[in-house]
Structures are given as C-alpha cells and as structure tokens.
C-alpha cells in the first residue's frame, strides 16, 4: 500500500493546479480521477467557448495560447494535457475512489475501484458536473430526454426542446437550430438569464424575437412522453410535438461524497460545504476542499480563474504544518 503526502481527489483544472503546487514543495502526491484527463471538460459540448480568456484559465503561470481570445474545448483540453505531460504529474485515470477513512493515527486510509493508498493529507477537487440537477416530472427517463448536450448535427431535422435559460441551454438551442432541428425553448423565468455570455445573448434574444427559436417563459414542463412533451405555460397546458428533450437544468456537487467523507453540509438551500476560507481545510482536519464544489449549489461562485488560489493557499496550509512538526 503506498502512501502520500497529499492524495487529491479529482483531474480537472484545479486537482491538477494542486499537484504542480504539491511539486514545488517537494511533497509526495497522486491524482486520483474516476474518469479521463479533465473529464468534465471532455464532455462539455464540442464546439463550446469559454466566457473566460485564455489568460484566466493558465495555470502556475504557463502560457495558454488560442486562436481566439476566449478558447473552445477543443484547445483547453489540449492546454491541460501538455500542462501535465509536460510537468509529469502523476495521475490514476478511470480509477473511482470508493470509501475514504481515518485510522487512530490520523492517517487517511483510501480504497479504490483498483488499488488502496494512505495519506496524510486529502484534498477534494471533484466540481460538480455528474449529478443533474432532476426535473421529477413523468417520463424524465425516457431515452429520448438527456442532461447532457454535445453535439448538435445528432439533432437535425428534429423537434427538439430545451429545457432552461442559462448558457448551456442558449448554446444547445441556437446550434441545434442552425443545424436545422426545430427548438422550443421551455423557460422557468420571465426572460433570458443575466448570465449568459453577453457576445451570445443578443443572438438568441433576436432568435426568439424573430420567431426561428420558440421560447415559452414562465414556463414548466409537467411530462414527457414517446411522442410530445406537455408543458404549464402561465395559465393554460401546452402538448408540443416533441423528439428530444434536452433538459439541460444544471447540476450539482456530490453530497453523498463530501457527507461521507465528514464534511459538514448547510442546512440551508445551498447546501455548501463548510471549509475555512483562509485555509480551504473543511471541518474534517487535513481534509480540504479546491475548487468549484466549495460553493454548493452554488455552482456559479467558483469557476476555474478564480478558484485556481485554491491551490497556493491549501499548500501553503499544508505545508506550514509540515514546519511547524518538524520543529
């Protein structure tokens, strides 16, 4: 069984900016991702852009260069691939922590779906992009609906529907639409979220307006069926034709996870995890959280350009410690 300084429980952005900051203080380390390098960005939409540029996304000052100012997918997924071959992070791919415990030593004892390991130190960095947030209505589980969107030539020639008013949501129905499916829009809200990316809101503000995309404010979908989806629009029910469903509503960190690993949850609607914001360490000692899962259901706190401190600021913690028993 081998065992680490800082065992970091997620790939993405910023387990990665937790590793090279792991390495530069000399501390023994390892990755552990249940899925591939940066999985959540692996599966966002193929041709998504970034509100961010390319400067706010480097990591430990190495330079990100893209075509454009704000970057796609595409090239973020191969800045993050040479930032760790480049600097040899040491990472387990497809490999699902499974349980995490504390012996009478104070050390983490962590199984895997492949291996064991201890540590002295946890830090989870696991975002928030695999649990959907659930519409609970009938028919959500049909094959038909997605949580999820990727690429819109699937979708050509099809009446599709969209369920939100975010990003996500406006990008899935202006590319679905100019690859010829037919959309509607099924909003909760009375107008277009404040925070769409302000180059992409007056394009399907002027969409709507003009009647090539259909969106239906304050509005919810009540079922989903084979053939239609049946929506309460204000005061009156809607049948919609309908083959897809895209019902692109969010997601959420992994509560189950972050209980079972101790951490203390609000009670509140937000449900955030309760961390030391000068420290990042959670209520559980030598257990920290990085990046966008501190913020809860909060998910739009945190996002890669600011939440990259996380790093500088755990190991530092982490590292004072280390001092202070070696004196």
Known sequence: MRHFDIIIIG???????????????????????????????????????????????????????????????????????????????????????????????????????KDQYTANNVIVATGFYDIPNPLNIPGENL?????????????????????GASNSSVDAALECYR?????????????????????????????????????LFNSNIKEITDKSVVVQSDKKEITIKNDFVLALTGYRPNFVFLEQLGITLSKDDDCTPTYNTETMETNVSNLYLAGVVCGGLNTHTWFIENSRIHAVTILTHIVSKYRYCRF
């Open 143 to 163: 094959a038909k609906v997605s949580h999820y969107y990727t690429d819109p030539h699937y979708y050509a020639g099809m009446d599709v529907v969209v369920v």
């Open 179 to 215: 690859k010829g499916a037919k959309v509607t829009m099924v909003i909760r809200d009375s107008e277009i979220s404040s925070h769409v990316k302000y180059w992409v809101k007056p394009d399907i503000e002027n969409r709507i307006k003009e009647g090539s995309i259909t969106a």
């Open 11 to 113: 790939g993405g952005p910023i387990g990665i900016a937790c590793a090279i900051e792991a390495q530069k203080n000399g501390l023994s380390y390892l990755i552990i991702e249940k899925g591939c390098l940066v999985n959540s960005l692996y599966h966002y939409p193929v041709n998504m852009q970034f509100f961010s540029s390319s400067e706010l996304l480097e990591l430990d000052h190495i330079p990100f260069i893209s075509k454009e100012n704000k970057p796609r997918r595409s090239e973020a997924l191969e800045y993050y691939r040479r930032v760790v071959t480049t600097h040899n992070i040491q990472i387990n791919l497809f490999e699902m922590v499974m349980d995490v415990q504390k012996d009478e030593n104070e050390i983490f004892q962590l199984k895997t779906s």
